[in-house]
């Protein structure tokens, strides 16, 4: 029986593919076919549903880790996670976040696409990863500058 470490490099595609479809597509509406999973369902829990659900979401990545995945591709992956859990702690635009971004569907594909072409990756990962990387940096100073202008245009009065 596989211990720590081992589960991650054994678990097949077949078990990423399925762990990907009770996260984020495994229930539909009825007469709109909107697809949703269990990560949309856990974030309801008060307080620590979120987390729960990052945690369980980080298992494709790890699995990713493992099999040696090129770094673009978990960085891409983490940061599909990060996105979808920033707007996640947003109350009711995090429900529709993670029904929307679908990103263990998202990092399973991407895991996918690295496996089969190894180590070849697109002008549109490195994209991906700096425009995220922008939007974060923006988001982490922006109060800061906010603050800095507020303080500034008091004085002035």
């Given amino acids: 029986m596989p211990k720590g470490a081992e589960i991650f490099e054994r678990t097949s595609n077949e078990d990423l593919n399925l762990i990907a479809t009770w996260l984020d597509d495994r229930f539909e509406i009825p007469g709109i076919g909107i697809r949703f999973g269990l990560d ?4 309801w829990i008060p307080g620590i549903g979120d987390a729960l659900a990052a945690l369980a979401s980080m298992f494709i990545i790890v699995a990713g880790w493992k099999r040696g995945a090129a770094r673009i591709t978990l ?19 995090g429900d529709f976040a993670h029904v929307a971004w679908k990103a263990n569907r998202r990092n399973y594909n991407l895991l996918v696409r690295d496996q089969q072409s190894f180590r070849r990756h697109t002008w549109k990962d490195w994209l991906f990863v700096i425009g995220a ?25």
């Fill in 40 to 43: 949309a369902l856990i974030g």
């Fill in 75 to 93: 960085l891409r992956m983490m940061l599909n996670l990060t996105i979808e859990n920033t707007l996640g702690a947003i109350p009711v635009v």
């Fill in 133 to 157: 990387c922008l939007i974060v940096a923006v988001l982490i100073l922006g109060p800061f500058v906010l603050l800095v202008y507020v303080i500034v245009h008091r004085r002035l009065q």
